[in-house]
């Protein structure tokens, strides 16, 4: 995916460029990224990002390990992050760059990312809907929180189906058997 703009407009005029590693709370993305048994790994800024399936900034994968840069968007992290969550165990024992999955496995990620988006200080859904549209996200209702908010039964189904959200949309916290 590469980005279609650097910053996105939450209002009239205004605009904010897409929330980086650099100016996210690193301590708290590590903690949740923990508590599905990922480590965030820190990649030196500059240098090719070992497991990053799209290159460039976009954080990369390789077994338990999360990879990003100063650069990498925040929106990678969550994204790489649950892709490692919703896949199923065999593949997490392989899992080196590629994650693999299928058209619904994505949606459950991208659904799951705006969830976990809200579980980060500085961040939350708003920022997320608006992070992923202005990096190139698409979706058939034109944007991230349309289809979140209108067309994403199915995602929530196939989250719940695997425990990785409960009845009310809220992450378990635990990762696909």
Known sequence: MS???DAFE???GTDVPILRLAD???DALSALLARYGMTLERVDDGAAIPGSF???EEAGLVG???LARTDTPVHSVLHE???YICMDGRRRDGLDTDAGGDYDEENAVCYLQ???ADQLPGLGRERMFADMDAWGYSFRLGSARAWFTQDADDARRWLRHYDII???ARPTGRTRP
Do not use: E, K, S, Y
Request: include cysteine.
């Open 24 to 26: 996210a709370d690193q």
């Open 10 to 12: 939450p209002g009239a």
């Open 3 to 5: 980005p279609t703009t």
């Open 54 to 56: 799209w290159g460039d």
């Open 64 to 66: 338990d390990r999360l």
């Open 166 to 168: 409960d009845d009310q």
């Open 114 to 116: 705006i969830l976990l």
């Open 81 to 83: 992050g649950c892709h």
